[in-house]
């Protein structure tokens, strides 16, 4: 079942940009978990999940049928209706908001998953701290995000307005441990009609 939780987001250009595009074909991305999130999180102890800008649901689907219960987030409601229509497990809780504006609740989660979303900079980073925030004791934030340097500018869209994981890492402080910091060659295909080469990733465990 798809959830609202609270006041749902007011539809945004980006929910707008978004809806429109998953309405415009059958299936937008593969239907298969990220490569990053199954090489990384294969070997941790299945707990809380947040999945952060959930799409068609692949990502959240694999933690669920791998004995994570999901939180899964978008901000478009059409991707999350399509999304809750193949969940089986009955894990995943489906919920339409934009967390850079409404934070997660805070020390909530085992494993707080980004990948491929575009986190835009905000001054005082505020809308970005709430995702690290939300990583429980214990727990693993893993971010991902295509390499800066298979990205060029276009139309309302520059590289330099996002964070990169590195970046992230840099705003860490010492309740955390940086295990993965890297820009890696991709394992997997790159999207159709794209060229991205290679992933950065950033992989941390909050010690406390």
Not at 4 to 11: F, L, N, S, T
Not at 148 to 171: M, N, T, W
Request: overall charge negative.
């Amino acid at each position: 079942m798809t959830q609202q939780p609270g006041p749902a987001p007011q539809r945004t250009k980006e929910a707008q940009f978004w809806d429109e595009r998953y309405r415009s074909r059958d299936q937008v991305f593969s239907g298969e978990p990220n490569a990053v999130l199954v090489a990384e999180v294969t070997d941790l102890t299945p707990g809380q999940a947040l999945d952060v800008g959930c799409g068609e649901g692949a990502d959240a689907l694999w933690l669920a049928r791998n004995g994570w219960q999901v939180t899964a987030v978008d901000v478009s409601l059409t991707a999350l209706r399509r999304a809750a229509a193949a969940d089986v497990t009955g894990r995943v809780a489906w919920a339409r908001a934009d967390l850079t504006a409404t934070p997660p609740p805070a020390r909530s989660f085992d494993l707080v998953s980004v990948q491929y979303v575009p986190l835009p900079h905000r001054p005082g980073h505020a809308a970005l701290r709430g995702l690290p925030a939300a990583v429980a004791p214990g727990g693993t934030l893993l971010i991902v995000s295509h390499d800066p340097a298979d990205l060029s500018p276009r139309h309302g869209f520059d590289p330099g307005d996002y964070y990169q994981p590195g970046d992230i890492a840099g705003l860490l402080d010492n309740d955390w441990t940086v295990l993965i910091n890297e820009t890696r060659p991709r394992s997997a295909p790159a999207p159709a009609g794209t060229h991205h080469t290679r992933d950065t990733v950033l992989r941390a465990q909050r010690l406390r």
